[in-house]
């Protein structure tokens, strides 16, 4: 039998105690091994996802100017105001939290109630929430009860210009005018933050992963609008077409030397600080862009001023006037009050308004008679002179182009020709109608209608709009002055309520244009009143463009209900905005 | 005999021969491989205790900074703020109702200078 051994027991037992350890030691490992290299991507990103955050910095957008006189004045700004939401799971009393909501917000408490009692984690119960009405909810202290910060276009100056400006929606984007058409510009390019961060989510300076690219603010923007001029153009347009018994209408006022637009007047209107509460989409429209129609005569002008660049007719040409012509199956006639029948000049063909002088106009063009190189020629000067048929580029979302029929192809052609010489068959907006006059009275050259005067960057650097010139030589020198004195003409052959100083030169041409009928044809008794002018002293300084959709007084729209209008603005201008005086 | 005594018994005997042995003092004084572990184990402890330092020191800067950059998101709101409620103050509407602006007559034009 085997002695019993001390020694042997000891070294039994720190062999097991050792092994005891290794095995200890050999789960650790196993399990660190498991941990940080088997699921170390798991838990990497287990880690991450909640030390390392990302953040979007919203860029600032851009704030809006105008001119008041010599100063530059915002008219559109940003301003911080807050969302208010409940969490209906938190919410245990609601009647209280409602009670909460009705004194600091006002508003219906039953709604309120409603809103608490849906089945989810989130509902908006009230937005552009003043930063003082915020604080004195949250100092009830209430559970389930959250205000959000987000940032809104503010309109100090109410709905002025509205069409023009546009609205943001709640997403953020430039909606309609300015806003849509320079939204990229406004609104500025997002920055990030991706960075390790504390509990609080307070970003932790020392870690080497973090990213920050700041946010770069939206550009500012000054328009030519100047604020003095808007308003009262609006006002004008308001009463003129009170006066015209119409629901709608238009005002451009343009520069006639460099294309900048002064005002741009629309009716009616609304407030884009609540463009929410807009139930007709149609308010938001500028119609003086994006409303093309049939002008009318106050095309003869542009018909007058192309035949005598073209030097097919000169100023002092005469022609027989029968009072009507026949083309093909179709007859132009004139108005009633067209000084009956007899030879007549072309500053009578303005001042009477004959479509049949109009049509003897197209006429010389191709000859002496309506054929296929005189409605060439006259495609040829709507739409590379005056750029009709095409968008000038002005910064307003949804501009229309308007149509010019081709002068090849299709039935009818001579007739439809011969109505394009008068204004119809052909559309434009007032837009297009204010520059393509001002081309005709500054000399010849065709300015793009702008409305941006500059635009200003965060770091300050101003970036002015250099008037870009369309289209040169739209009529000679000569032709421009010609068709100056008859527009002027026109003015002192016509009845206005307050009468023009002679220290000052005013012209202009009325328009009462057909309206086409969606089913074919046009409308019965219903028409268009147009007028385009202009003051200025030696030469045309403003042009004006006037539109009352469908008056509802007796007598010709154009003067009757537009030309009224014209004289209203053309007298603004005189009287409060320094027009030049005539040295000659 | 237990195993203790056992060792204390022949280490006696080590000690006794080692009595007439010669002892040589070496000069060159050397660290032997311990203590330099433990240098180094000091060192690393040191450099890692003051990389924890400045990495704290750095993230406390990061509130500073947090707190500055509110401060100057507040003060941009303010400011904000105010030049609404300067440009609301301005607006035509405002200045048309005004009280003085309600006294003044419209005058007409009665005549032109003409340059």
Not at chain 1, 270 to 275: F, S
Not at chain 2, 14 to 33: C, E, H, I, K, W
Request: proline fraction near 4%; hydrophobic fraction near 40%; aromatic fraction near 8%.
């Amino acid at each position: 039998m085997k002695p019993f051994s001390v020694q042997s027991v000891s070294v039994r037992r720190i062999h097991v105690w050792y092994a005891l350890i290794v095995l200890v030691f050999a789960v650790f490992v196993v399990r660190l091994f498991y941990l940080q290299i088997i699921r170390h991507d798991h838990y990497k990103a287990a880690a991450q996802s909640d030390q390392y955050k990302e953040y979007e910095i919203p860029a600032s957008r851009g704030v809006i100017k105008a001119h008041d006189g010599e100063r530059v004045i915002p008219i559109v700004l940003n301003q911080e105001l807050f969302t208010v939401y409940v969490d209906p799971q938190l919410i245990k009393d609601k009647a209280k939290a409602a009670d909460a909501l009705v004194k600091t917000l006002g508003g219906d408490k039953a709604a309120y109630e409603a809103a608490m009692q849906q089945d989810s984690r989130y509902e908006v119960v009230a937005k552009k929430v003043t930063r003082e009405q915020k604080e004195a909810l949250l100092n009830h202290k209430l559970p389930g009860i959250g205000a959000q910060s987000q940032e809104y276009r503010t309109y100090p100056q109410g709905s002025l210009a509205a069409q023009v400006l546009g609205f943001v929606d709640d997403s953020g984007t430039g909606r309609y005018g300015i806003e849509q058409a320079l939204n990229k510009k406004l609104a500025g390019k997002p920055g990030e933050l991706k960075a390790v961060t504390d509990i609080n989510g307070v970003p932790l300076a020392a870690s080497e992963d973090n990213i920050r690219r700041p946010a770069i603010p939206g550009k500012d923007v000054i328009l030519t609008i100047d604020i003095g001029m808007q308003k009262q153009a609006e006002q004008l347009l308001k009463q003129g077409l009170e006066r015209a018994r119409s629901d709608s209408g238009s005002v451009v006022i343009l520069d006639a030397k460099n294309g900048a637009v002064k005002a741009m007047a629309n009716y009616p209107t609304y407030d884009p600080a609540a463009y929410q509460q807009v139930e007709n989409a149609d308010l938001f429209v500028n119609n003086a862009v994006a409303g093309a129609l049939e002008v009318g005569s106050v095309m003869k002008p542009i018909t007058a001023a192309a035949a005598l660049d073209m030097k097919v007719v000169r100023p002092d040409s005469t022609f027989y006037d029968a009072r009507q012509i026949k083309i093909d199956d179709a007859t132009v006639r004139n108005i009633e009050e067209d000084g009956g029948a007899g030879t007549k000049s072309i500053a009578d063909i303005l001042n009477l308004s004959l479509n049949t002088g109009a049509t003897w106009l197209l006429m010389q063009m191709g000859g002496g008679e309506l054929n296929r190189q005189g409605r060439e020629a006259w495609y040829n000067y709507m739409t590379n002179h005056f750029r009709f048929g095409k968008e000038t580029g002005i910064e307003q979302g949804y501009e229309s182009p308007g149509t010019v029929p081709s002068p090849t192809e299709g039935y009818g052609l001579n007739i439809t020709y011969a109505n394009t010489s008068f204004g119809q068959a052909m559309t434009a907006t007032m837009l297009q109608m204010a520059a393509a006059y001002a081309a005709v009275l500054n000399g010849g050259t065709y300015y793009q209608p702008h409305l941006v005067e500059a635009t200003i960057s965060s770091d300050g650097t101003r970036e002015d709009t250099k008037p870009k010139v369309l289209a040169k030589n739209v009529v000679s020198p000569e032709v421009s002055k010609q068709i100056q004195g008859m527009l002027e003409y026109v003015v002192d052959k016509h009845h206005f309520a307050r009468q023009f100083s002679d220290a000052y030169s005013v012209g202009g041409k009325t328009g009462t244009a057909q309206i086409a009928s969606p089913s074919g044809g046009y409308l019965e008794n219903e028409y268009n009143g147009t007028y385009v002018g202009f003051v200025g002293g030696d030469s045309a300084e403003y042009i004006i463009a006037v539109l009352v959709n469908k008056p509802k007084i007796p007598g010709y729209a154009g003067s009757r209900a537009a030309q009224p209008l014209f004289g209203d603005i053309a007298h603004m201008l005189i009287d409060n905005f320094n027009v030049t005086t005539k040295t000659r | 005999m237990t195993y203790s005594s056992s060792m204390a018994m022949s280490r006696q005997r080590y000690a006794v021969r080692n009595q007439n042995s010669v002892s040589f003092r070496s000069t060159d004084r050397r660290l032997g491989p311990i203590t330099n572990t433990v240098a180094l184990i000091i060192l690393a402890c040191l450099l890692g205790l003051l990389y924890l330092t400045q990495v704290t020191k750095t993230n406390a800067f990061g509130y500073s900074i947090d707190r500055l950059e509110q401060q100057q998101t507040q003060l941009k709101i303010e400011h904000d703020n105010l030049e609404v409620a300067s440009a609301r103050l301005q607006s035509l509407d405002r200045v048309q109702n005004s009280a003085p602006a309600q006294n003044l007559v419209s005058v007409a034009p009665s005549a032109v200078v003409q340059n």
